[in-house]
């Protein structure tokens, strides 16, 4: 019998048995914390679909931002609580797919775009499409872009562009089908540029973990404030200002270098 073969059948001692097992134990086991906000914004987004089911488009709008909140939790809690791991990513970009790239296209088509028949759809595939195409490009180059910036449009944006335009338009009382020329110009603008190569900033340099003066706190306050006066409307434009920043600045760059040249 060969050395190898003579340590494939040596069985292990009492005092290596346990250790073995516990390490099986421990890779199989998955992070709870940053998983239950992930959960959660899964749960959001699948409630958004079932309340469009029923024709409460403003509790499907609202429930898109508030999934759009608890994603954006998952990935900080965590980075600040040392708990990243390969299962979380990979259930993150599955929950991403349902609330920000299923859920506000059907959202909106259940709203305005099924009156457009066959234009309508393809509107909402186009997001869809481009929502799926989005999340596999960033899974892929994640480790090669530069963190402080996103190659297109963040689908999560995306999502609360498609929400927030739905949201704001139900509030001022307009119906669905009146805007559907609209709502098929937004859903496909908004698919197109999460596949596009506008860079976005992605405010992940921002320290949470460090100190900030205590007029920063105030701003922060004010700006809740602010929101709350009506809430669809300025939601609505901050979106819309973030998906207009990556355009207009590629085309100032652009005017910038031919400029110079």
């Known amino acids: 019998m060969s050395s190898a073969e003579e340590q494939k059948v040596v069985p292990l001692n009492q005092d290596q048995q346990p250790e073995t097992k516990k390490s099986t134990l421990r890779s199989k086991g998955i992070y709870l ?4 906000f992930t959960t959660g914004a899964l749960f959001f ?10 024709g409460d488009f403003e509790k499907a709008a609202i429930a898109i931002f508030v999934s759009m909140i608890l994603d954006g939790l998952d990935g900080r809690v965590a980075r600040l609580t040392n708990t990243q791991s390969e299962f979380g990513a990979e259930y993150d970009s599955l929950a991403d797919m349902v609330s920000f790239g299923v859920a506000p296209a059907l959202i909106a088509f259940s709203w305005s775009l099924q009156s457009l028949g066959q234009v309508g759809w393809i509107a909402s595939f186009i997001y869809v499409a481009g929502a799926a195409l989005r999340l596999a490009r960033f899974n892929t180059q994640i480790d090669t872009a530069d963190k402080n910036y996103f190659t297109g449009l963040a689908s999560p944006a995306a999502a609360a562009i498609v929400a927030g335009t739905l949201w704001a338009l139900s509030e001022y009382g307009v119906s669905g089908p009146d ?5 098929s110009v937004v859903v496909a603008t908004a698919g197109l540029l999460m596949v596009s190569n506008v860079q976005y900033h992605s405010f992940k340099g921002i320290d949470l973990k460090g100190k900030v003066p205590f ?8 700006g809740f404030a602010v929101v709350s006066l009506d809430p669809p409307t300025i939601l609505l434009g901050i979106f819309l200002i973030y998906g207009s920043s ?3 600045m590629t085309a100032w760059k652009w005017f910038k270098n031919r400029k110079s040249a």
Do not use: E, H, K, R
Not at 217 to 222: D, K, N, P, S, T
């Open 246 to 248: 990556g355009p207009l």
């Open 179 to 183: 805007v559907a020329l609209l709502m």
């Open 33 to 36: 914390l940053p998983n239950l």
């Open 45 to 54: 987004g699948f409630y958004a679909i079932v309340a469009s089911m029923n």
């Open 215 to 222: 007029v920063a706190m105030l701003a922060i306050v004010g």
